[in-house]
C-alpha cells in the first residue's frame, strides 16, 4: 500500500512537471505524441513529423519514448484522474486496448471521422477503432505474422524451403523434432507467461476469446483449443525454449539458440538487425491448425494512433495524421524499408518497396508475402479484456501439458475470465 | 500551574500558546491531511463503486461478493501468506545467526562483512530483481553453475515453473532483506551487558546454549519488531515478483501477490479502480491485525 502510495505520488508529480513544460508554447505549436519502441514507431514518429514540418514550419513535434507498459500506465492514470495537462497530444494504442480505452474513458479522445477517409485502410483496423459509428484513430502498423526460419539450420536438418510452405501445426512439430535430433537446437522459443502465442493460433483458426458480438466465448471454442493443445503438444515434445521474458525471447532466436520463430512482421528489423546472420533467414506462412475455416495467416499486436480530445493542437494534430499517414504514399515506402513497418493503408502496397526481393531473407520476397497473408488475417472482434484473458490462458495451460483433459481447461478458464471480466 | 489559573493574563498566555502550536504543526497536519488522509478517506469511497475506468456506479458491498468469489484474488492473498509464512522466518533466523557470528570481538575484518551483507538492501530493487532474473534464466549462471559443480543434472526453470518461481522470489527477497533486519541485531546485540555473557561462560554453558537461552529472549523486542515489519513489508511485496515476472505473477498466477493483482486489476486490466480500492484495503485489514498482535504481545511481556 505504501509503495503503491508513493509510486503514485511519484507518478502525479511527474505529470504536472511534464503538465507545466507542455502548457509552455502558446501558437508555435508543439505536438507531443507518446509511443514506445525506438526503433520502430519512435523513429517512425520522428520521420512522420519531419515530413509534416517541411511543409507547416509552424509546428514542430516532441516524441517521447516510454515503455509501453508506461505509456499505458502514464496514461490510464492521467485519465482517470482528470488531469488532462498531463496528456500529450497523440498517443499510440496497441489495437488489443483500443476498445478498452475508448468504451471505459468516453470523450478521452477525438473522433475523427469526417476528416480522414477511413475507407483506404485495412477494415480490420478501423473496425476496431469505431465506437457507436464514430472512428477515433489514425490505423498505423499491422502485427501480420510470419514463420521466421534459420535455412542453415533446417538444412542441415534436411529440410528445403519448399518444405516449410502451409503445413500443418502437427507437420512444424515433426520437422521440430527432426532438427533437434540432428542440429541440437530447440525448434523454437516462447515467452511461457504470455498468451501471444495462444492469440496467433487461435486467430489464424477464426477465432477468439469473444465471439463477434464481444461475447465471452471459450468453451466450445475450436480455435482456442487448438491453439493450447498445439502448444501443449509443442512443450510436451520438448520443442520450445523457454523464454522468462521479452529480452530472452528475443536473444533466443537473434543469437542462433532456436531454429524458427512464429511472430509478428515487426520483428523483422530486429533479426535484419543481426548482419552476420544475412542469407540464413528465410520466411514462410504460419503453419495451420486443422480445423475448419484456418488459414495460414494471423496477426499479433499492431498499434494505432490517437488525439486526446483535451489536447489544445487537436485540429493541428487530426490533420497531421491525416496528411502523413492518410495520404503520404512515399512515407510508408521508406518505413517499410527502413523499419519494417507493414502499415495498413491499402493503396500503399503497391509500391516499389513492397516488390523487392530480400537478400537477407535469402531472396524472399518479403513484404509481398506480408501483405498477401494480411488481406487473408481472419477479422475477429477482439472485444475489451484481452489481457484478463491472456493472464486466465497462461494461468492454466501448464495443466493441460500435465494431462488434464482439455475441455476442463477450457472450463476453468471460462470460469476464471467470467469472474474477471464483470 | 498558572495556566489553569482564571485569570486573564493566563487565559491569554493560553492562547498564545495555542496559536503558536497550531501554526507550528500546521504545515505538518496540511500535507498529512492532502497526501495521507484525503487518499485514505477518498479510496475508502472508491471501495463502494465499481465499473469500466470512469464508468462507476454505487455497488456497496459488492465489491467484497465479488472478492469472495474471485478465485484469483485467494490465489494471490495464499501466495501472499505462504511467501510470509516460509520467507519471514529463514531471514530472521539467517539474520540472527550472522549478527552473532559478526558480533564476536574475535572476527577479523568484521566491518567489511557488515558492509558486504548490508549492501543489498541499499540496491535499487528493480536493479537486483532484473540481475536475479538474468542470474536464473534457464541458461544463467546459476543453473550453469550448478551443473558444472555437479549439484544436479538438469537446469532448473526457475520462472517457468509455479514451485521455483516461488523459490526464487523467496531467494531474492531474503537475498535483498537479511542485511537490513541483520543490522538492528547487531545494533541491539552492541548494546546487551557483556558481563551476563561472560558469568554464563564462566559457569560452563556452551555457546549455543549462551545464543539460545540468553541473547535470543534478551533480543526479543527487536526479534518482534524485525518480524512484524518484515512480514507487513511481504504483505505489500511488489517490485520484485513485477519486474522478474514483467508483470505478470506467472507462472500459472504462482508469484501473483494482492499489490500486484491490485497494479493488475488498475493498470493492466480493464480499469476498475473500485474493486482494486477493496482490494487494497484488504492489506489494511491484513496489516491491522498483524500490529495489533504486535501490540498484543508486547503489552503481554510486561
Redesign the interface.
Known amino acids: 500500500?505504501?509503495?503503491?502510495?508513493w509510486r503514485g505520488?511519484g507518478l502525479r508529480a511527474a505529470l504536472a512537471c511534464a503538465g507545466l513544460m507542455a502548457a509552455a508554447p502558446a501558437f508555435a505549436a508543439e505536438i507531443t505524441i507518446w509511443c514506445w519502441d525506438p526503433n520502430f514507431n519512435v523513429a517512425i514518429m520522428r520521420e512522420a513529423g519531419q515530413r509534416y514540418t517541411k511543409t507547416h514550419p509552424d509546428v514542430t513535434f516532441n516524441v517521447v519514448d516510454f515503455a509501453k507498459?508506461d505509456v499505458?500506465?502514464k496514461l490510464?492514470?492521467a485519465?482517470?484522474s482528470g488531469t488532462t495537462s498531463a496528456l500529450p497530444d497523440i498517443v499510440l494504442i496497441e489495437d488489443y486496448g483500443a476498445q478498452?480505452?475508448l468504451?471505459?474513458?468516453?470523450g478521452a479522445f477525438a473522433p475523427m471521422s469526417g476528416k480522414v477517409d477511413y475507407k483506404g485502410f485495412a477494415p480490420y483496423k478501423v473496425e476496431l477503432m469505431t465506437v457507436d459509428g464514430k472512428v477515433y484513430g489514425m490505423p498505423f502498423d499491422s502485427g501480420v505474422t510470419g514463420l521466421f526460419y534459420r535455412r542453415d539450420y533446417l538444412e542441415q536438418a534436411g529440410f528445403k524451403p519448399q518444405d516449410l510452405q502451409d503445413i500443418t501445426w502437427d507437420r512444424y512439430i515433426e520437422i521440430g523434432k527432426a532438427v533437434e535430433a540432428k542440429t541440437g537446437k530447440k525448434m523454437t522459443t516462447q515467452e511461457?507467461?504470455?498468451g501471444g502465442m495462444t492469440r496467433i493460433i487461435m486467430q489464424s483458426g477464426n477465432g477468439w476469446y469473444f465471439d463477434k458480438k464481444g461475447k465471452l466465448a471459450v468453451n466450445d471454442n475450436a480455435a482456442l483449443k487448438g491453439a493450447l493443445e498445439t502448444q501443449a503438444k509443442m512443450i510436451k515434445a520438448g520443442l520450445i525454449?523457454?523464454a522468462?521474458?521479452?529480452n530472452?525471447y528475443v536473444k533466443a532466436f537473434t543469437s542462433g539458440d532456436v531454429a524458427s520463430v512464429v511472430t509478428g512482421v515487426w520483428i523483422t528489423g530486429t533479426i535484419k538487425a543481426q548482419a552476420d546472420q544475412a542469407g540464413k533467414w528465410g520466411i514462410a506462412p504460419i503453419p495451420k491448425l486443422d480445423i475448419p475455416g484456418a488459414v495460414h495467416a494471423s496477426n499479433l499486436g499492431g498499434s494505432s494512433w490517437y488525439v486526446l480530445a483535451s489536447s489544445k493542437q487537436k485540429e493541428k494534430a487530426i490533420d497531421f495524421l491525416n496528411e502523413v499517414y492518410a495520404k503520404d504514399l512515399d512515407f510508408y515506402q521508406k518505413i517499410l524499408t527502413e523499419r519494417g513497418a507493414v502499415g495498413s493503408l491499402m493503396a500503399a502496397r503497391t509500391g516499389a518497396a513492397y516488390q523487392q526481393a530480400d537478400a537477407f531473407f535469402g531472396g524472399d520476397k518479403v513484404w509481398q508475402n506480408f501483405s498477401d497473408w494480411l488481406g487473408k488475417v481472419p477479422a475477429v472482434n477482439y472485444g475489451?479484456?484481452t489481457?484478463?484473458l491472456d493472464?486466465a490462458v497462461?494461468?492454466?495451460?501448464?495443466?493441460l501439458v500435465d494431462g488434464k483433459p482439455v475441455d476442463a481447461v477450457l472450463k476453468a478458464i471460462n470460469?476464471?475470465a467470467e469472474?474477471?471480466?464483470? | 500551574m498558572a495556566m489553569t489559573g482564571s485569570g486573564t493574563r493566563a487565559g491569554g498566555l493560553r492562547r498564545y500558546y495555542d496559536v503558536n502550536g497550531w501554526l507550528f504543526v500546521a504545515p505538518a497536519l496540511l500535507l498529512i491531511g492532502t497526501l495521507m488522509l484525503y487518499p485514505i478517506v477518498s479510496s475508502l469511497m472508491l471501495s463502494v463503486y465499481s465499473g469500466r475506468g470512469m464508468m462507476m456506479r454505487f455497488v456497496g458491498a459488492g465489491n467484497l461478493v465479488r472478492l469472495y468469489s474471485d478465485p484469483v484474488f485467494w490465489t494471490a492473498l495464499s501466495n501472499t501468506i505462504v511467501f510470509f509464512v516460509i520467507q519471514v522466518p529463514i531471514m530472521i533466523v539467517l539474520a540472527l545467526v550472522m549478527a552473532n557470528a559478526l558480533n564476536d570481538p574475535r572476527l577479523r575484518f568484521s566491518g567489511l562483512f557488515r558492509t558486504a551483507i548490508f549492501l543489498p538492501c541499499i540496491t535499487s530493487l528493480v536493479a537486483y530483481s532484473i540481475l536475479f532474473k538474468s542470474m536464473f534464466s534457464v541458461d544463467g549462471i546459476v543453473n550453469r553453475t550448478m551443473m558444472a559443480i555437479g549439484v544436479m543434472d538438469q537446469p532448473i526453470s526457475w520462472l517457468t515453473d509455479p514451485f521455483w518461481a516461488k523459490v526464487l522470489v523467496i531467494i531474492a527477497i531474503t537475498w535483498r532483506w537479511t542485511g537490513y533486519n541483520m543490522i538492528f541485531y547487531l545494533a541491539s546485540l552492541q548494546n546487551l551487558d557483556r558481563s551476563v555473557d561472560e558469568a554464563a561462560r564462566i559457569d560452563g554453558v556452551p555457546a549455543w546454549g549462551r545464543f539460545f537461552f540468553l541473547t535470543v529472549p534478551m533480543l526479543k523486542p527487536v526479534i518482534l519488531f524485525t518480524t512484524i515489519t518484515s512480514t507487513i513489508g511481504t504483505l505489500q511485496l511488489f517490485d520484485e515478483v513485477y519486474s522478474l515476472t514483467e508483470g505478470t505473477g506467472g507462472p500459472s498466477n504462482a508469484t501473483l501477490t494482492l499489490s500486484l493483482y491490485i497494479y493488475n486489476l488498475t493498470f493492466r486490466f480493464m480499469p476498475n479502480f473500485g474493486y482494486a480500492a477493496t482490494l487494497s484495503y484488504v492489506i489494511v485489514v491484513l496489516v491491522a491485525l498483524l500490529s495489533f498482535l504486535q501490540f498484543y504481545a508486547v503489552r503481554e511481556r510486561r
Open positions: 500500500m505504501d509503495n503503491l502510495t505520488l507498459a499505458e500506465q490510464q492514470t485519465l482517470a478498452k480505452y468504451q471505459s474513458f468516453p511461457l507467461n504470455n525454449k523457454p522468462t521474458g521479452w530472452d475489451i479484456f489481457n484478463e493472464t497462461t494461468a492454466n495451460l501448464p495443466a470460469d476464471q469472474l474477471q471480466i464483470q
